[in-house]
């Protein structure tokens, strides 16, 4: 299986500086916020790279930072394109020092109960909905988020050969594949 990975480049709200959550810069005050401020949507994952009919078979959001203790209940939403999934559980801990949690949210064969193509997958938005930071008036400090999908190429070949489009690679010039060597007296 292979992967891609990518920060956001777009946000729905900036009341947090939620721009600054787009670069692993290791400034950790960035996406300060609490119960009290909006849902953050982050977007425009534009590094994520998956080949057309490749299957998806996870999704990992990562995160540095750090929170007050007890601010370890963030929940994250990803939507597909068409739907938003069910709100999932941090599997870290944030303490008062600064940590890398990868990931934390979803795996590697996690698909948040969605149906993804390698389109939906490239478009991914994640929500981070301030009404899930608990308890009350807890805070934190994020540098970055990550979105990393896993994905399995497609089956059979993937270039073409002289001019063969891979999708016909089964039959040159009416050869088997079983007998390829053979195409043009080779």
Same mark, same amino acid.
């Given at each position: 299986?292979?992967?891609?990975? &990518? ?11 939620? &721009?600054?959550?787009? +670069? +692993? ?69 944030? &303490? ?10 979803? !795996? ?49 070949? !993937? ?10 690679? !089964?039959?040159?010039? !009416?050869? +088997? ?10």
């Amino acid at each position: 299986m292979a992967t891609t990975i &990518s920060l956001p480049t777009s946000v729905t709200t900036n009341s947090i500086t939620g &721009s600054n959550l787009f +670069a +692993a810069d290791g400034t950790n005050t960035t996406g300060v916020w609490d119960d009290t401020h909006a849902d953050v949507e982050l977007s425009g994952f534009s590094s994520l790279s998956i080949p057309s009919g490749a299957t998806i078979n996870g999704i990992e959001v990562i995160v540095n930072g750090q929170g007050n203790p007890a601010a370890n209940t963030p929940k994250i939403v990803v939507h597909n394109g068409t739907s938003y999934s069910s709100s999932y559980n941090f599997l870290g801990s944030f &303490s008062k020092g600064n940590s890398t949690f990868d990931p934390g949210w979803g !795996g590697s064969g996690n698909l948040f109960g969605l149906s993804w193509t390698p389109t939906t997958a490239a478009g991914i938005k994640v929500l981070i909905p301030s009404s899930t930071i608990q308890p009350s008036g807890r805070r934190l400090y994020w540098d970055y988020v990550k979105v990393r999908i896993t994905y399995t190429a497609a089956s059979g070949y !993937g270039h073409d050969v002289n001019g063969v489009a891979a999708a016909n690679i !089964g039959k040159v010039n !009416g050869i +088997a594949t079983a007998s390829i060597e053979k195409v043009n007296g080779i």
